[in-house]
């Protein structure tokens, strides 16, 4: 599936829904011409109720002008919240393909996620159902404290405030929600923000935007990565299911 025909199938396959955010087109923008990969990327975010479908194209990174004509590798679609009709459409895009061996719905490791996929081509179309929120089992207080202390902690290195978001996010409650918010306040933290992003906090949008207010201009691979989640927490504003 060529990126043209790609582009095609998600206007068809979603039109008249709501985008929540403006698209990224990686191309189209000057800025993340020295991103370091070997790929171009695409993303779109579509709304509806409490839905949010988060749609990530990838194609070699050839020159701009054979973009349209390059097949594309790898077509994702993340499904957040709760809309049947975000659910039907992107089924659509999924069935243009033939059915992989894990076509079925499966659980892959520990983080949750529904998969199914399927090829057109060499094309990988795959359909994520993300969890959506729901009560978890608390973690013992002392454990609890213990990893809050580590966000806070300026001695903490990258890693051991990474593996806290980590492990404090598999409770998925307000006390959790509220300890990352207030962590960003000391310094920020990528996999907090992202959490955050995927769970619709709108209160992590002013940390997301500061981040991206301090990026170097020859940092276009932050640049990216922050840029994507300011949209996708935009377009979960635009939902009914933003906390």
């Known amino acids: 599936m060529k990126v043209s025909h ?23 923008d000057s800025r993340f011409d020295e991103r370091m990969s070997a790929v171009w990327l695409e993303y779109r975010w579509y709304v509806h109720e409490r839905g949010l479908a988060e749609i990530f194209v990838k194609w070699e990174r050839v020159e701009k002008e054979a973009c349209a004509r390059t ?11 709760h809309s049947a009709v975000l659910a039907e459409r992107a089924r659509r895009v999924l069935e243009t393909g033939t059915p992989t061996a894990g076509r079925l719905l499966e659980l892959f490791g520990s983080d949750g996620v529904k998969r199914e996929s399927s090829t057109d081509g060499p094309t990988h179309i795959t359909l994520e159902h993300w969890p959506p929120s729901a009560p978890q089992s608390l973690l013992p207080d002392e454990t609890f404290q213990a990893l809050s202390s580590v966000l806070v902690d300026p001695e903490a290195t990258s890693e051991e405030r990474h593996e ?5 996010c598999r409770e998925r409650s307000p006390r959790v929600v509220g300890t990352l918010l207030a962590a960003l306040e000391v310094r920020p933290a990528l996999s907090a923000l992202r959490r955050l992003s995927e769970w619709g906090v709108a209160g992590a949008l002013p940390h997301v935007e500061q981040a991206l207010a301090a990026v170097a201009p020859d940092n276009p691979g932050d640049l990216w990565t922050l840029t994507a989640l300011q949209r996708r927490l935009q377009a979960w504003a635009r939902t009914f299911q933003a906390m």
């Open 164 to 168: 806290a978001v980590d492990r404090l």
């Open 6 to 28: 790609a582009q095609a199938l998600l206007d068809s396959s979603f039109q008249g829904l709501e985008e929540g955010a403006a698209r990224m087109y990686e191309p189209a």
């Open 71 to 81: 097949e594309v590798s790898v077509l994702r679609i993340h499904l957040l919240g």
